[in-house]
Nanobody, 119 residues
């Protein structure tokens, strides 16, 4: 059974920092492109950042320079270090694992975790 479990969310003041974690089980973590997505109330889910199996990263323009995605394959854990947080970063953050093979595509999501940036 595949599980992606996010942790580390919460309430933080503008300008503050948080680190999200996503612990994976049931998949060969090192083979997956992992990503963070977010969904604010009334908005569509959007990409925040991704990291491929070889460590290549990609960021949404809105978070570039403020957020850092990383992974620890030995711990099967994905991270998102968020700094200089803004109220517009408030959203439910989701962990995603994606792998494309010749036979099939694999796409898994965590349950999401709330991040609220407010004074």
């Amino acid at each position: 059974q595949v599980q992606l479990v996010e942790s580390g969310g919460g309430l933080v003041q503008p300008g503050g920092s948080l680190r999200l974690s996503c612990a994976a089980s049931g998949i060969i973590f090192s083979l997956y492109t992992m990503g963070w997505y977010r969904q604010a109330p009334g908005k569509q889910r959007e990409l925040v950042a991704t990291i491929t199996d070889d460590g290549t990263t990609n960021y949404a323009a809105s978070v570039k320079g403020r957020f850092t995605i990383s992974r620890d394959n030995a711990k099967r854990t994905l991270y998102l270090q968020m700094t200089s947080l803004k109220p517009e970063d408030t959203a439910v953050y989701y962990c995603n694992g994606d792998r494309r093979t010749l036979m099939r595509d694999y796409d898994y999501w965590g349950q999401g975790i709330q991040v609220t940036v407010s004074s």
